[in-house]
């Protein structure tokens, strides 16, 4: 049972069940997993050495993120093992290995002229495993599947880049043919190409995750929810903030860990829009809004002003005024945990706003209060400079230690869900894809 419980949860992680940051708990493992909590401890040591899952002081066991750069070294890595494979391959293989990776090949050529990039990428996997198998090499293999299992959450990236299934196929069919005519230093050196060019196109796809563009803030609306993925990817190199926002407060929420949840219900002033920027965070005094001008005097471009009270109330710290001055100013949005009033005229200004309430009622401007000490909305935790990402869904919150980290994350996230919708489309369940019918039917 503990085998079968080791087996399964690392399963949960490679296939992306368990997302990157996602929180281990031990008891909710053992209950899901129908093993005891010691079964889960030693899953979880083992997994932690394989490097899919990572230990925080005082915070327990989370599924453990791999950095784009991490990566490209795994890779690298892979090349020299790999090619170690392919050459033990092209001395081994006998007639029917080789027939076998041919059909392997010309599947992956049907695939390809019918636009099955998902189904040619599994045939790329199968191609490897095959070669694997046939090179009769135990200790290549296994440090090859402890490097790959860390690399699934990867495997989709470059598939849809202009020109690359073509070329991959071109360069599969060079190992394959080396390895017919039982030449190993041409296989060897052919796969170690190949994983090469994978390596590069990897690191053509990476986004601007420490910023080469714009450092503002970023606010938008949304008018084309479709092609958010395409659009996403495209903001890349612009800014982070931009991406977090095109990403969304659901996705970089999940992708972070499910850390940062504003859980009020709150009112968005301007439907449609979407911001994510540094906090500049003000504490108010009670059912007063002096400290919103003094913040709107200090406030730099790009900033998301975060207004708070000691004690939530209905009372407008915020109306067309202040917020023509916020947008002047070049702030990218405002979260307001109190009300907000003149509602027509903010939307017509377009300046994303988001607040608990709408009410007629001012606020006096009489008690001094804070700027930029930690304030809570929601039961979060905001400091001064974490970046807050705001929709139509709602508000996540990330530490600003955090932000490249969860950023990668939420790409990976978005990845793999676009990889997930393609199977939906063509009629998948996620009842099957995602495991959940175990979950269901094992109980019964």
């Known amino acids: 049972m503990a085998e079968e419980g080791y087996e399964e949860l690392r399963d949960a992680i490679v296939s992306g069940r368990l997302q990157p940051n996602e929180r281990l708990v031990e008891a909710e493992l053992s209950r899901e997993l129908g093993v005891g909590r010691a079964a889960v401890r030693a899953a979880l040591a083992r997994l932690e050495q394989e490097g899919l899952v990572k230990h925080e002081r005082n915070r327990g066991a989370r599924v453990r993120m791999i950095s784009e750069r991490e990566a490209v070294e795994i890779l690298e890595a892979r090349a020299v093992l790999e090619g170690l494979a392919a050459r033990h391959a092209a001395e081994r293989a006998d007639a029917d290995a080789v027939d076998g990776l041919r059909a392997i090949l010309t599947d992956m050529r049907n695939r390809l002229e019918s636009g099955d990039l998902l189904g040619a990428s599994d045939q790329n996997a199968l191609l490897h495993e095959r070669l694997r198998e046939t090179a009769e090499h135990p200790t290549s293999a296994r440090l090859i599947s402890g490097l790959r299992s860390q690399l699934v959450r990867f495997q989709y990236r470059t598939i849809l880049l202009p020109g690359r299934s073509e070329r991959s196929f071109r360069e599969h069919e060079a190992i394959v043919e080396a390895v017919a005519r039982r030449d ?8 170690r190409a190949h994983l090469a060019h994978v390596a590069e196109a990897l690191r053509d796809t990476k986004g601007a995750g420490t910023a080469q563009g714009d450092s503002s803030g970023a606010q938008q609306a949304d008018n084309a929810g479709a092609d958010r993925p395409v659009r996403a990817a495209a903001t890349a190199a612009v800014s982070p903030f931009a991406e977090l926002a095109e990403l969304g407060s659901a996705t970089v929420y999940e992708a972070g860990g499910r850390r940062g949840f504003v859980n009020i219900d709150l009112i968005q002033a301007v439907p449609g829009s979407r911001a994510a920027g540094p906090a500049r965070t003000v504490r108010c005094g009670q059912d007063d809004n002096l400290m919103v001008h003094a913040a709107i005097a200090e406030a730099e471009p790009g900033e998301i002003l975060v207004l708070t009270m000691p004690e939530p109330r209905p009372v407008a710290l915020v109306g067309d005024l202040l917020a023509t001055q916020a947008r002047e100013r070049g702030v990218a949005a ?62 996540a919150v990330v530490e600003r230690e955090r932000v490249e980290e969860v950023l990668i994350a939420s790409r990976e996230r978005l990845e793999r869900e676009a990889v997930k919708r393609a199977k939906l489309e063509q009629g998948a369940l996620s009842y099957e894809i995602d495991g959940l019918r175990e979950r269901v039917e094992g109980t019964r």
């Open 184 to 191: 190993p230093d041409a296989a060897e050196a052919a796969m």
């Open 334 to 395: 405002l979260l307001i945990d109190a009300s907000i009033r003149d509602l027509e005229d903010l939307r017509e200004m377009g300046l994303p706003i988001w607040a608990r309430w709408v009410r007629v009622r001012g606020a006096g401007k009489d008690i001094p209060g804070t700027i930029g000490e930690p304030v809570e909305v929601g039961g979060a935790t905001i400091r001064q400079g974490d970046v807050v990402v705001l929709d139509a869904d709602g508000v």
